[in-house]
């Protein structure tokens, strides 16, 4: 179950996070969210004007990186997950593999983006972005929990 919630989670800020391509629509709760995001994450960071001109751009092309990782390894893990009983030693090697693949490639994004936001922001700043993730997932995720109990009742 908790998987599942930060599966959701994590989808809320994919969609929210960055632009979304022309076809695609954003509905109100969106939109809602992604200005939900800038202003928490503005407050906590504590971003100039100006520095929040320079860093949103850099901090969106990193979630959608992120995004792009994060939801191939999401589809080998569901895959993986549906057919493990008829995989082979080796399928499942292959599987086990990649998804150290994708945590590697996880780490050398956040590596690439930490010296991309060092060069924009004094360090504390920096430290303060990724308190800020952490923290607006967790916001999120109160939330969803307090709408489903308000659903319940």
């Known amino acids: 179950m908790k998987l599942f919630k930060s599966t959701a989670i994590f989808f809320i800020l994919i969609l929210c996070t960055f632009k979304l391509q ?7 709760k969106e939109e809602e969210i992604k200005s939900q995001k800038i202003a928490f994450f503005t407050n906590k960071i504590g971003l100039t004007p100006e520095e929040a001109q320079v860093f949103w751009p850099i901090y969106n092309s990193y979630w959608e990186k992120k995004n792009k990782i994060v939801g191939d390894r999401k589809d080998k893990m569901t895959y993986f997950a549906e057919n493990n009983a008829k995989m082979s030693n080796e399928e499942m090697i292959k599987y086990a593999d990649q ?3 994708y945590e590697m490639e996880l780490a050398e994004l956040l590596n690439e983006y930490h010296k991309k936001f060092k060069k924009i922001l004094p360090i504390e700043k920096v430290m303060k972005i990724y308190l800020a993730d952490y923290e607006f997932k967790t916001y999120l995720l ?7 109990k308000t659903e319940k009742e």
């Open 22 to 28: 022309a076809q695609e629509t954003i509905t109100d």
């Open 142 to 148: 109160k939330r969803i929990q307090k709408s489903g």
């Open 99 to 101: 998804y150290i693949r």
